[in-house]
């Protein structure tokens, strides 16, 4: 069946440094791509998401690409701040459900 | 507009009681879906409706009902809770196709003793 892999947490960067988070994914049909970020104590948020191949989702500097060839959609930004840190969720969206596909979550602390 | 809403927002139970939590969703949705969150293993489907009057089962269904009688509710219900269904329950909702966003309630923390 479908499924989600991402990167294990917790990841812990500096304010200003580079964020990678990465996420493949195996799906059949087209699925459509999504993140999301859950701050603590509150429910998820659509970060941004692609609903086809080579579309880039982008949302408070935030990115990700949408690559069928590698089957990834990794995050990514350029400068993190204390106010990104959260949990990041990579999912999917495709099944005849139309539910959503969750990875396991990724920790993200940013220290000042 | 609230967008999604829940109640309660937390709650402890004995093993063998029983509540219900409730949906809410003031976006005219037709899909609407309860998810259960545990630490390390993201949000799994509990159950889905496709629109009022029906439900499905989803990924982990077994301890729980719902019931969709009104387009803009949805219910979950918990018969004879089990310490194995403490858990963060979400509720989402989404239009159209599956390329949608989903729209997520603020959630509720139960807590099974």
């Known amino acids: 069946g479908d499924s989600v892999t991402q990167m294990e947490g917790p990841v812990t960067l500096s304010e200003e440094a580079f964020l990678t988070i990465n996420c493949t994914y195996t799906a059949t049909g087209y699925p459509s791509l999504f993140w999301y970020v859950q701050y603590p104590g509150e429910g998820l948020q659509l970060l941004l998401k692609a609903t086809k191949a080579d579309d880039k989702g982008s949302n408070k500097g935030f990115e990700a690409t949408y690559r069928k060839e590698t089957t990834s959609f990794h995050l990514e930004k350029g400068s993190v701040q204390v106010s990104d840190s959260a949990v990041y969720f990579c999912a999917l969206s495709g099944g005849s459900q139309g539910n959503l596909i969750f990875g396991k979550g990724t920790k993200l602390s940013v220290k000042p | 507009n609230a967008g999604v809403t829940q109640t309660p927002k937390f709650r402890v139970l004995k093993t063998g009681q029983s509540m219900t939590l409730l949906c809410a969703q003031d976006?005219?949705?037709?899909?609407m879906y309860w998810y259960r969150q545990d630490p390390g293993m993201g949000l799994r489907l509990i159950h889905y409706?496709?629109?009022?009057?029906?439900?499905a089962k989803g990924e982990v269904p077994d301890g729980y009902n719902v019931s969709r009688l009104k387009k803009q509710n949805f219910l979950l219900g918990l018969e004879s809770a089990a310490p194995s269904q403490t858990s963060v329950y979400f509720c989402?909702?989404?239009?159209?196709?599956?390329?949608?966003?989903?729209?997520f309630g603020p959630g509720t923390r139960l807590l099974v003793l």
């Open positions: 989402a909702s989404r239009s159209g196709s599956y390329r949608q966003t989903q729209y």
């Open positions: 976006m005219n949705h037709e899909y």
């Open positions: 409706s496709v629109g009022e009057g029906t439900t």
